[in-house]
């Protein structure tokens, strides 16, 4: 029997050909016969906004090089894009994450998943909208980004499939499924839909992000690129590594159990068997899940009317509008001083405000409980 098997390399900086040659070695390896024969390629990295490389909230440019050399190299067709989170221009946030550079220099195609139509699917009783595409390229690598997270605790390869699903379809669905375990099993609807058509996952960890992801985190300089052609694999060992249990990300159980993946049976490079990233701060995104695990299921109700935390616009803010065209519940309103505020009875704490303020201006509020916690 063929164990799911995770690929790590330790690397210190964003250095081409060191990336480079660890993309070629694991592509390389792949025996997948469309890897081969197919012409056109998607890679689908985590632009989750108009950000900086610097700020670790996206895909850094140089991993996303390295992919595009070696597919150019065998004369396959690229195309690079993403469905960006919030309102701002899709031509800006290639701008600002690198990405128009990449196209500037490279015969690439770069590519709006949220314009170019998509395919209603259903999986577990969910309808799922998803870029048409992902269905119209043989080979598609998903590059995700090694960050804590505010609502699923940790994401990595799985989460940044969402970006599949086009444009503000992503609030709707935060309005939808709110609560933690009804958008985590959304996730694993979405991961069964686009599975068979996702060729091999990386994930760009040589600097990440803990704390308070996954935009108003700390980068950190975890010095790791992973990859894998499993991605509940890819993420349960990359979870772990940053300190996770599986219990604490809502959404690897079901993924490892729709893959029949014993997290134990995982195949790991002997030096990264054992391997924990020293000090990497996840408190402030595990402790409510982690918490919910000893508190009896009937209890649990009036434990999350206790423990909760809710975004609340600082004075950092600049009234650029981001977060009230994104709130799926339009509970963000324009006041008559000229900046916006938070309905919080109307509030889903689906965390999307927090995640798409590209100035870090919204801060997470805690109850009494939640705060002693911390």
Not at 84 to 92: E, F, K, N
Request: charged share 20%.
């Amino acid at each position: 029997m063929r164990y799911p098997s995770v690929q790590i390399r330790a690397i210190d900086g964003y250095q081409l050909p060191v990336i480079e040659e660890a993309v070629r070695e694991w592509f390389d390896a792949l025996s997948q016969p469309k890897f081969k024969r197919s012409k056109r390629v998607l890679i689908k990295p985590n632009l989750l906004g108009a950000y900086h490389p610097d700020r670790a909230v996206t895909t850094h440019p140089v991993v996303l090089e390295a992919i595009i050399r070696y597919f150019l190299a065998h004369h396959q067709e690229v195309w690079l894009g993403d469905s960006p989170g919030g309102t701002v221009p899709v031509t800006t946030v290639w701008e600002r994450c690198g990405l128009q550079d990449l196209a500037d220099r490279y015969p690439i195609k770069l590519v709006n998943l949220s314009t170019s139509g998509f395919r209603e699917l259903k999986s577990d009783g969910i309808s799922i909208k998803i870029s048409e595409l992902l269905f119209q390229c043989g080979i598609v690598i998903n590059v995700g980004k090694y960050k804590t997270h505010s609502l699923m605790a940790f994401t990595g390869a799985l989460k940044n499939l969402y970006g599949l699903i086009p444009g503000m379809v992503k609030s709707e669905y935060h309005r939808l499924y709110p609560d933690t375990q009804s958008f985590a099993n959304l996730l694993v609807a979405l991961y069964k839909l686009c599975q068979s058509k996702i060729t091999y996952s990386i994930i760009d960890g040589i600097v990440g992000m803990d704390k308070a992801g996954p935009s108003a985190g700390n980068p950190r300089a975890f010095g790791l690129l992973m990859g894998s052609e499993s991605i509940p694999a890819l993420d349960t060992v990359a979870a772990r590594m940053m300190g996770f249990a599986l219990s604490d990300v809502p959404y690897l159980w079901g993924a490892l159990h729709h893959d029949g993946i014993l997290p134990s049976r995982i195949v790991v490079p002997h030096s990264f068997a054992h391997y924990r990233i020293p000090d990497a701060e996840i408190k402030v995104v595990k402790m409510r899940t982690q918490t919910l695990q000893y508190i009896p299921r009937p209890l649990r109700f009036v434990f999350r009317k206790l423990y909760y935390g809710y975004p609340v616009i600082s004075n950092r803010c600049i009234k650029c509008g981001i977060c009230v065209a994104s709130c799926p519940v339009k509970a963000i309103n324009w006041q008559e001083d000229g900046f916006p505020k938070i309905d919080k009875n109307a509030c889903i704490r689906c965390m999307c405000c927090h995640e798409l303020c590209s100035q870090q201006a919204i801060d997470i509020h805690r109850s009494f409980v939640a705060s002693r916690f911390m």
